[in-house]
């Protein structure tokens, strides 16, 4: 029984996924709003990451974007630079494709334990300083190396994103993710945020936990970052620009940023809101801001408001001999 | 180099839990503490006491690590700790509670006992990112653990409350509970009565012995409450300006001078 109940989240997502394929094969949606969905999964997943660093550990990451470029450049030098995607065959392709998507994971998590290391020593502020300046350095950098195109943009990425793939990475960093916040590396996590000192009297090894959920964060942003790479098929260093790592932020605050059901509605309804806005031409971002001032005056805990989806939170039997029958006193 | 070890071998060999040797600490041109000599043999109740600002707290922060002393050695079961970081002394067996309550406020009760069960975890991070069996039977190990230990305490029926929502007195036990989650061996408690009227210091004194008793534990506590201190604790430091001024039975600290000078002034009288 309770076997089956665990799969229903999966299934849910293959129910969702095969119910968009086939309402753009029947031609009830464009291919405009699958690539719109595409976007929203894609940015829930750096949003997660983000959620693990502010919302979890308490740190004050805001260079998100620059995780998402590290992942999103080499992942396309895997698929475009290693190898010549017209000359792959059908079977080679999706192979390539994780492949790039594991260096990218591999190459942005690294980033993450280089910025972070030092500077998770750091409190507040200076984490925040530290980390806006690692997603402009990097985009100076970007610019300086030609074979990715520099400043005029890396072209020809091979589109191997496709909803399904992003629907399935979508749906393991969610798992992931439910599962560390759920276990005692999460809870190690959530005691820095209370009270770090009284975290480390208890035992635990702060700096190490601080190190390791920058990295996991980083580490998803790089793995939504290939995948980005990969729907847009062209990537210009300017897309990951401070007020892009800024929207990150803002779908994780307006979501929610204590619960992970926050963090992915935020950067969802976020992502297709000025989308559906577009009717108001020049008026669009004016109504969008509106709308998150009144929601941060209205309704200041985010659009979940601190609750969570049932499924996000796994449940554990206690034992009844552990409390023998009866309460208490 | 040969000296210190054969200190410290002697130090194992009498059975010492912790050997506090000339400690000091200077904050820039302040000596905090200085000359600080202390000895605790295991399974004994020690307090130390001083007027405000005498250092004590001070003295606590550098047991557990969270200052490093710029003088003198620390002696845990034969380790020498200077230089230790907190959690390393945490898990070497040394544990506190704080003088105001330093609870995890947003959590519940259980949780605030979980996290400090962290040491005990075996599995890996891989195991944690699958939720793999072995994860999930030592998560269930945890919890049933938390919940003994709550039970003991007599904190169970709150296990699922915020811990900021308890009063205040079984805040300060959830605090006491934490610590003994880290299996000490050594408890530190830092103004356990502070906040507490004269019933509840009553309740604290029985707990702390029954604690002691419970948990194979030594105890070491600062406390400005007299007679608390002269109750329970079989060995009394006295501090004042950052220095030991006497140290000894409650019988001998009660009739001692200098202790009297410090408290009361010159000419007074307990």
């Known amino acids: ?166 629907i399935v990475f979508f749906g393991l960093t969610v798992w992931f993710m439910r599962n560390y916040i759920h276990s005692s590396f999460g809870r190690a996590c959530v005691s820095i945020r209370e009270d770090e000192l009284a975290s480390e009297t208890m035992g635990i090894d702060t700096t190490k936990y601080k190190v390791q959920a920058f990295v996991i964060g980083a580490t998803m942003a790089g793995v939504a970052g290939a995948l980005l790479a990969h729907v847009l098929g062209f990537l210009h260093p300017d897309q990951f620009n401070y007020a892009r790592s800024t929207d990150f932020l803002v779908y994780l605050y307006a979501g929610g940023a204590g619960t992970m059901s926050g963090a992915i509605v935020g950067a969802c309804v976020l992502t297709v809101l000025p989308e559906m806005l577009r009717f108001l031409a020049g008026w669009r971002l004016v109504i969008y801001g509106l709308l998150l001032v009144l929601m941060m005056l209205y309704r200041p805990t985010g659009i979940c408001g601190g609750r969570e989806f049932p499924f996000l939170v796994p449940r554990l039997k206690r034992s009844p001999e552990a409390i023998g029958g009866r309460h208490d006193e | 180099m040969t000296n210190n070890t054969t200190n410290i071998a002697n130090s194992v060999l009498n059975g010492r839990l912790l050997e506090v040797e000339k400690l000091g600490i200077r904050f820039g041109g302040l000596q905090a503490v200085g000359e600080f000599d202390l000895h605790l043999d295991a399974g004994g109740l020690y307090g130390i006491i001083g007027p405000n600002g005498a250092g004590k707290t001070t003295v606590f922060n550098m047991l557990t690590g969270i200052y490093r002393p710029t003088e003198g050695r620390i002696v845990f079961k034969g380790k020498e700790m200077v230089g230790e970081k907190i959690h390393n002394f945490t ?180």
């Open chain 1, 1 to 166: 029984m309770k076997g089956i109940k665990s799969y229903i989240p999966a299934l849910g997502l293959l129910v969702f996924y095969l119910v968009c394929i086939q309402l753009r094969q029947a031609g009830y949606i464009k291919n405009y709003w699958i690539q719109i969905l595409m976007f929203a999964l894609i940015n829930a997943m750096v949003t997660l990451g983000l959620y693990l660093i502010n919302g979890i550990t308490g740190q004050f990451s805001i260079g998100q974007a620059g995780f998402v470029s590290v992942g999103a450049y080499s992942s396309g030098a895997v698929t475009t630079l290693l190898f010549n995607f017209s000359s792959l065959s059908a079977a080679a392709k999706p192979i390539v494709f994780l492949l790039s998507i594991a260096v990218a994971a591999l190459v942005s998590g690294f980033c993450g334990y280089l910025i972070g290391r030092p500077s998770l020593r750091l409190k507040g502020d200076y984490l925040a300083i530290v980390t806006l300046a690692f997603g402009e350095i990097l985009r100076a950098i970007i610019r300086c190396i030609p074979q990715v195109g520099g400043p005029r943009g890396f072209t020809g990425l091979p589109r191997y994103s496709t909803l399904g793939w992003i």
């Open chain 2, 91 to 270: 898990a070497a067996g040394v544990a506190r509670t704080f003088q105001n309550v330093r609870l995890f406020k947003n959590l519940t009760v259980l949780e605030n006992i979980e996290i400090a069960l962290h040491n005990g975890v075996e599995y890996g991070l891989l195991s944690a990112f699958f939720r793999s069996s072995a994860m999930r039977k030592k998560e269930e190990e945890i919890l049933d653990e938390a919940s003994a230990l709550l039970k003991r305490l007599g904190l169970l029926s709150y296990s699922e409350k915020k811990a900021s929502s308890l009063p205040y007195g079984l805040q300060r036990r959830l605090e006491i509970a934490r610590a003994l989650a880290t299996s000490p061996t050594l408890l530190l408690l830092d103004e356990p009565a502070a906040g507490m009227n004269p019933q509840e210091v009553d309740q604290l004194a029985q707990d702390i012995r029954w604690i002691k008793e419970e948990f194979g534990l030594t105890v070491l506590l600062i406390e400005h409450h007299m007679a608390l201190v002269m109750e329970i604790c079989d060995h009394i430091t006295v501090m004042n300006f950052g220095r030991t001024i006497a140290d000894g039975a409650p019988g001998e600290i009660r009739n001692n001078r200098m202790v009297v000078e410090a408290y009361l002034g010159k000419g007074g009288k307990f």
